[in-house]
């Protein structure tokens, strides 16, 4: 384990034959970003990486693309690791057969800070018992196979993933993520409880990704969150719009908030985004439409009114003056239409 850095947190993932290649390489990356993001600001780097499997060597995941493990499991020492991600792929089922494998995990909980799974991954934290009594999702199509196979968890279809730092709402511990890219939210979620909401926003936007995607989530979108840093004066306002978006935004009461001159307000806005408020307020709420209609659960009346247009003609004129396409045929061509039959995760 020379690798190992002391005064980072050893972020710690296994590898298998077929595993889905994105619920490695996807959380990887946000803890590569941040410290990317943390440089950028003079601190030093928070996390340090290790791909892990059975025998240290090349492992072919399921899209042919062979990642390296830097480690065997049987040589990781737990006790210098902070988090743990099992992720899912092809090989899931045959791995649940692997005794050894599911020791390993049951004594990786015992020790380990934290303990995760990505997609399929958490059928392999089931398997290990480590999930019993505690919330839990997994990939849309393994829901009611977690359900049937393991009645002791507390499944959560619609939830991206069942991490919590204040155990309130979820487990600080041991947590489960949902299918593919919601091992990317999940850990932005750790990011953000290890280095605070203003760092996590920033490597949100520069993976122009959600901080808290909709769907139980509270925040809308971190899409166009500025650079960290460059607008000071404006960061609480800006990380305070996206869950305010009914509310009223009018250039008074934006200036107020922001505690400014309306005419201050305006011109600092503009100077530091590049776009008015009023501008940047419509390609939020844009933003947030999209997401909403993506999920294909709400009537574009509704969404229209949580985004703060108001009215559904609004929300069409502001979709084609951004998209160049009505609510209506963004949601008919990209709104999730989950099928009948299982699919592999």
């Not at 298998?16 to 440089?39: H, K, R, T, W």
């Not at 380990?112 to 991954?121: D, F, H, P």
């Not at 709420?285 to 574009?300: C, K, Y």
Request: charged share 25%.
């Amino acid at each position: 384990m020379s690798k190992f850095v002391p005064d980072q947190k050893l972020i710690a993932c296994y590898a298998y034959e077929g595993v889905m290649s994105l619920d490695i390489v996807g959380p990887l990356q946000v803890f590569a970003s941040a410290n990317d993001e943390l440089v950028r600001m003079g601190r030093p780097k928070a996390y340090d990486v290790v791909v892990v499997a059975e025998m240290q060597g090349p492992i072919q995941t399921s899209c042919g693309v062979r990642l390296y493990a830097d480690v065997a499991a049987s040589d990781l020492d737990f006790g210098v690791v902070d988090t743990l991600l099992v992720p899912g792929g092809d090989g899931i089922c045959e791995l649940r057969k692997n005794t050894k494998l599911i020791n390993w995990i049951k004594s990786a909980e015992q020790h380990v800070a934290r303990l995760g799974s990505v997609c399929s991954g958490a059928l392999l934290l089931a398997e290990a018992g480590v999930l019993d009594g505690r919330m839990a999702t997994t990939h849309w199509s393994r829901c009611a196979q977690m359900e049937r196979e393991f009645p002791a968890v507390h499944m959560m279809g619609d939830r991206l993933h069942s991490y919590d730092p204040s155990g309130q709402d979820g487990d600080p511990r041991v947590f489960t993520s949902a299918g593919v890219t919601a091992g990317i939210d999940l850990a932005l979620a750790i990011v953000e409880a290890d280095l605070g909401r203003t760092l996590a926003l920033s490597v949100a936007r520069r993976l122009v990704m959600f901080l808290k995607r909709p769907g139980g989530q509270a925040q809308f979108s971190a899409y166009l969150t500025p650079e960290y840093g460059s607008t000071e004066r404006l960061s609480r306002l800006l990380e305070w719009l996206p869950e305010n978006l009914d509310a009223d935004l009018s250039l008074e009461r934006l200036a107020d908030r922001a505690g400014m001159s309306a005419r201050t307000f305006s011109r600092v806005f503009t100077r530091d985004l590049g776009m008015s408020p009023a501008r940047y307020i419509e390609r939020v709420r844009v933003e947030a439409a999209r997401a909403l209609l993506q999920d294909n659960s709400l009537p574009i009346s509704r969404v229209a009114a949580i985004c703060g247009f108001r009215h559904p003609e609004t929300l069409r004129r502001a979709f084609q003056r951004h998209l160049s396409v009505s609510p209506q045929e963004y949601a008919e061509r990209f709104a999730v239409k989950v099928p009948q039959a299982s699919a592999d995760a």
